[in-house]
């Protein structure tokens, strides 16, 4: 077998796990007759003396680390690693060693070992990989450099070796210098190499390199090494950018030199980030973390050294509060303080909140009033930013201080109905700053975040000063749009800023109470909003349509009634009618309405929409809800007409039920106070014969009164009308004379009745008077009569 001789560096692993160097040499691969066996010889490229005779035995796990390093283990503790200076010299090394093991040489190890915990084996990985030699930085080894750097960057070990070496060598200050060569020289491929040189540096992911190549006196020189991509035929112009036309505007000069240099550096870091490197897909994850914990520090210490100087964020708010100040010298304020802000969500919840402090403080509310209402599009968006993140971090915050505002200033100079006059006049055609400003109001609306406040009566005291003070704002443009019960605007901005306010007033039915309920009551907002049902814009009417939905939902009374009473499911029928049955988003919607009331069984709902829309509904058979709707309605029917007719097998029986009816219910302590003074003053009745006569009259027609009352319940049942009558008035002739006769048994045979006897008829009788008290009174005004019962005393 002929030797093939490559250039390599061999290392042994000392005692202390450190790599020592035993020179450079020649490998080769051949049959040793002592060994018994294929070799691997390096000799010496000095004196061509032996530096390694080792067999390649069939059970040694040799490791091909990356493309040019071989690395086995000669016994327990003797490790040997082979450093190639090309990787085709190690391809064919490699294949010997996998052809003698009989092993496939595209494995990276030639034999199984026992399974270790990743950072186990990278830690020793780590101990056991020899140090990096970097080639000397010259112009004519640019390329041999190219390559290590690409060798050594998908290898986490040799990474850390490479900017170990790096970091050691100074090599980012001598790279520069062969930099400034080529560019003089104009030699093209030294430049491109150059440009993989460092953006394989950036890879390296090392904070301590990143400080070097950032400094004020290198980053220019980094990024222009970064223009010259072999992949772009034309230079791209970076340092000119970020000298000429990238300018730094100071809204207030900054006299700190320390934060003037970070702002500048942590802008041109950015830069390098978003458009000079190649897009983050083509890395792997976590590639740039260290880039991205790079910029993140440098805006955590810009906000701290901000926030330290007082006079410099006094001397801002008191230019952004002044109404005298230029529109280009607030937007450029605005812009900043966007940025201070921005920066700030950055910071550790504690610090985060300090700053905000120090913001709300200084007066960032009164500045941002005045800022949304300005005329110019990039300030407004700007405040619209800032209040977005104050509002979204620290909720109570603004409503505290819109509470503040509550009784000092006038209704529209307060924040919280500047937010919702913005949204109604945004001028964006897309609606983007209508979106932004409603997720603001949803989130100052929004209950959940109420409950963890410090000041127990916030919901309460912010909601009803909403409800008080800005839900008309709120709610005007969908009143002003549908006058006359017809969508008077059409556009696309209209109909968009509508579809925004019904999607808040959705929330507010939702998470709200009794505030939203007056409110919709009190101004029939339902019968407004479902004018919107006729609009030409489907999600309109399906935004009207959810806002129904959500009441029904709630299946409260007061909102069945309301709708029950005003036919408010006539639009809903009536849109349902002239989609003709089309299979679309609004026929679904509805009909899962209808399912909803069927499901639940709303049982006012159900006999209110199947007794006036019923003729409507029940030509419609592709779905099966409006058929069950109406059997349940059957069935509710079937239980009413049972429930009748076994109040009337029961006779007078019935009495009782009527005077458990709310109409006729008197307060229970009031009732016991009476009977307890029929029962203390049972002599008065029991010596007077002529009142209890007179009182037996009031009794038969307060009974003969009553069971009119029940002839008037069973109208709907004409045949039984007359068996019925008859029959009670039977009973009521029984029951008549049957009490007659015991009082005039009570008044004329007293002195053989005993008093236990006496008490009980007479409190029973007296109970009874107490009972039809208020229907003998209305029977006397019918009649006539002026007589009424002598009150009790």
């Not at 001397?315 to 605005?334: A, H, I, Q």
């Not at 079937?638 to 219910?665: A, C, F, Q, W």
């Amino acid at each position: 077998m002929t030797d093939t001789r490559r250039r390599v560096k061999l290392y042994a692993l000392n005692a202390d796990r450190q790599w020592d160097d035993r020179g450079t040499g020649h490998v080769s691969s051949s049959y040793i007759e002592k060994l018994k066996g294929i070799s691997l010889l390096v000799r010496a490229e000095s004196d061509g003396t032996l530096l390694l005779e080792s067999k390649i035995q069939p059970d040694t796990a040799y490791q091909k680390q990356q493309d040019t390093l071989i690395v086995w283990s000669e016994g327990d503790n003797f490790d040997l690693a082979l450093s190639f200076q090309e990787k085709a010299g190690c391809d064919e090394i490699w294949e010997k060693i996998c052809h003698v093991q009989g092993k496939d040489p595209s494995v990276e190890i030639t034999q199984d070992v026992v399974e270790e915990s990743e950072d186990e084996r990278f830690d020793e990985m780590s101990d056991s990989a020899p140090p990096i030699e970097l080639p000397p930085c010259e112009l004519g080894r640019l390329e041999d450099i190219n390559e290590l750097f690409n060798n050594c960057i998908s290898s986490p070990m040799r990474k850390e070796k490479l900017a170990a070496a790096i970091e050691a060598e100074g090599y980012i200050r001598k790279l520069i210098n062969v930099f400034h060569m080529c560019e003089s020289l104009e030699n093209t491929e030294g430049l491109h190499n150059l440009y993989e040189i460092f953006k394989n540096m950036f890879l390296l992911n090392k904070n301590a390199l990143f400080e070097v190549m950032f400094s004020d006196e290198l980053i220019f020189d980094v990024v222009g090494c970064l223009e010259y991509d072999a992949s772009c035929p034309n230079r791209k112009k970076h340092r000119e950018y970020l000298r000429q036309q990238a300018k730094f505007r100071e809204a207030i000069p900054i006299k700190n030199p320390e934060l003037l240099s970070k702002i500048h550096q942590t802008f041109r870091v950015q830069y390098i980030q978003d458009v000079v490197l190649p897009a983050p897909s083509v890395f792997e994850d976590n590639m740039l973390s260290t880039l991205n914990s790079f910029i993140f520090f440098n805006k955590v210490e810009i906000v701290s050294l901000v926030q330290e100087d007082d006079k410099f964020l006094s001397e801002l708010f008191s230019m952004l509060s002044d109404t005298s100040t230029s529109v280009l010298k607030r937007r450029d304020l605005m812009l900043f303080l966007r940025e201070l802000v921005n920066y700030a969500q950055n910071l550790q919840p504690h610090a985060k909140e300090m700053i905000y402090k120090t913001l709300v403080t200084l007066g960032v509310f009164p500045a941002l009033e005045v800022s949304l209402a300005v005329n110019d599009q990039k300030t407004k968006s700007a405040s619209m930013d800032i209040v977005t993140i104050i509002s979204e971090y620290q909720p109570s915050v603004v409503r505290e201080y819109t509470l503040q505002q509550a009784g000092n200033m006038e209704e529209d100079q307060v924040l919280l109905n500047i937010i919702i006059e913005q949204m109604i006049n945004d001028k964006d055609p897309e609606g983007g700053g209508a979106v932004q400003l409603m997720g603001v109001l949803r989130v100052l609306l929004d209950p959940e975040n109420m409950l963890t406040s410090a000041n127990k009566s916030e919901k309460t005291d912010f909601l009803n000063f909403f409800y008080k003070h800005s839900v008309q704002i709120l709610i005007d443009p969908l009143i002003q749009n549908t006058v006359d019960d017809t969508p008077q605007k059409e556009d696309f901005r209209s109909v968009q800023l509508l579809g925004l306010i019904l999607e808040l007033l959705s929330f507010c039915v939702e998470h709200h109470t009794y505030q939203i309920k007056n409110c919709i009551l009190q101004r029939d907002l339902l019968r407004k909003i479902l004018v919107l049902m006729k609009s030409s814009h489907k999600f309109l009417v399906l935004c009207a349509l959810r806002f129904m939905r959500k009441l029904v939902a709630l299946k409260d009374e007061f909102y069945n009634r309301y709708i029950i009473k005003g036919h408010l499911f006539a639009p809903v029928i009536d849109a349902l009618v002239k989609n003709n049955g089309r299979y679309n988003l609004l026929d679904s919607a509805i009909i899962e309405l209808f399912e909803h009331i069927r499901v639940e069984d709303i049982k006012s709902l159900c006999t209110h929409v199947v007794e006036n829309y019923g003729k409507y509904l029940e030509e419609i058979g592709y779905v099966q809800t409006f058929k069950t709707l109406k059997l349940r309605y059957d069935q509710q029917q079937d239980k009413l007409k049972e429930r009748e007719r076994n109040s009337l097998e029961r006779g007078l029986d019935i009495v009782p039920s009527i005077l458990r009816n709310s109409r006729y219910r008197r307060d229970q302590r009031q009732m016991e106070e009476e009977e307890e003074i029929w029962f203390n003053e049972d002599d008065d009745y029991e010596d007077n014969e002529s009142d209890i006569q007179s009182n037996n009259d009031i009794l038969k027609k307060k009974i003969d009164t009553d069971l009119d009352n029940i002839g008037k319940i069973i109208d709907k049942k004409p045949e039984a009308n007359g068996a019925t009558t008859k029959m009670n008035n039977n009973a009521a002739a029984q029951k008549t004379t049957a009490l007659n006769n015991n009082a005039n048994a009570n008044s004329t045979v007293q002195s053989t009745t005993s008093p236990s006897t006496n008490e009980n008829r007479s409190s029973l009788f007296k109970r009874s008077l107490v009972d039809y008290e208020g229907d003998s009174d209305e029977e006397d005004e019918e009649t006539g009569e002026v007589t009424k019962r002598p009150r009790l005393s």
